[in-house]
């Protein structure tokens, strides 16, 4: 894990309106109009955001606020209860999405690929005040988006192949594990409680080795196979929840006639 950074809350300030410019002395002003399209959250930003880098200088999003659109923070529902999608996180959440999409203005000769994206946006969450463990979480999440969906680093297809197979591996590993854990609990060959502490070390032990695979990305690693493994239960149960709401939600949505 690279140093702590201090919280500097006026690195983010008023981007101004569209043709505008920024206005660093000003607090910034997030104002969101949601799409007409009620099937999806997603939301155009009615001012733009600016945010001073530490290393890269002045960050403008978006370039364009009329095409430009942000869901807020990328969140599973299942999710939500440990990270929602609006808080102190959300200008950071703004400015990755702008970046992430190309939609960002920088100094000349500014490039920046998802992976560093992804440094800019746990830096900002910082600057915000957002906890740390929620932001190394955020961090971690968004760094998986990388390797499985974006195509926009600067890795060969060798490197894609192996962060995907690593991830994939260690990950399912230690799904695995977690659940021969549990399923130990009830073996009774030893008391309730030496199962527990031995799991819950073994939760925590295993992913961390494991992590160590993930080269550079080892932080990464190690938070999101401990993440996995102590909150398993929790996802399982949450998920299996809301399958259950779904399935009941799809006939009586279909039955009820459409208010006008």
Do not use: C, K, N
Not at 71 to 98: C, E, K, N, Q, Y
Not at 99 to 126: N, Y
Not at 203 to 228: D, E, K, Q, T
């Amino acid at each position: 894990m690279d140093t702590p950074l201090e919280t500097q809350p006026r690195r983010f300030y008023d981007g101004g309106p569209a043709g505008g410019r920024p206005d660093p002395t000003a607090p910034p002003l997030i104002v969101l109009e949601r799409t007409l399209d009620m099937d999806v959250d997603e939301f155009h930003m009615g001012r733009r955001l600016a945010y001073r880098d530490r290393e890269l200088g002045q960050l403008l999003v978006p370039v364009d606020m009329t095409t430009f659109s942000t869901d807020l923070t990328s969140v599973p529902s299942i999710f939500l209860w440990l990270v929602p999608r609006l808080g102190r996180h959300l200008p950071a959440a703004l400015l990755h999405d702008g970046l992430v999409s190309g939609s960002f203005t920088a100094a000349p000769g500014v490039t920046i690929d998802r992976e560093r994206a992804d440094l800019v946006f746990r830096a900002a969450m910082a600057d915000t005040g957002t906890g740390l463990i929620r932001r190394w979480l955020m961090w971690t999440a968004v760094t998986l988006g990388t390797i499985f969906r974006d195509r926009s680093t600067m890795w060969s297809a060798a490197e894609r192949l192996r962060w995907r197979v690593t991830a994939v591996g260690t990950l399912a590993l230690t799904a695995l594990l977690g659940v021969i854990a549990t399923l130990d609990l009830f073996d009774a060959e030893r008391v309730w409680w030496v199962e527990l502490i031995t799991g819950a070390i073994g939760a925590v032990v295993v992913p961390l080795l494991l992590g160590l695979l993930w080269g550079r990305f080892r932080a990464a690693g190690m938070i999101a196979g401990v993440a996995l493994a102590l909150l398993l239960h929790v996802t399982a149960a949450v998920a299996l929840l809301t399958g259950v709401y779904q399935i009941a939600e799809r006939p009586v949505t279909r039955a009820t006639p459409e208010e006008t």
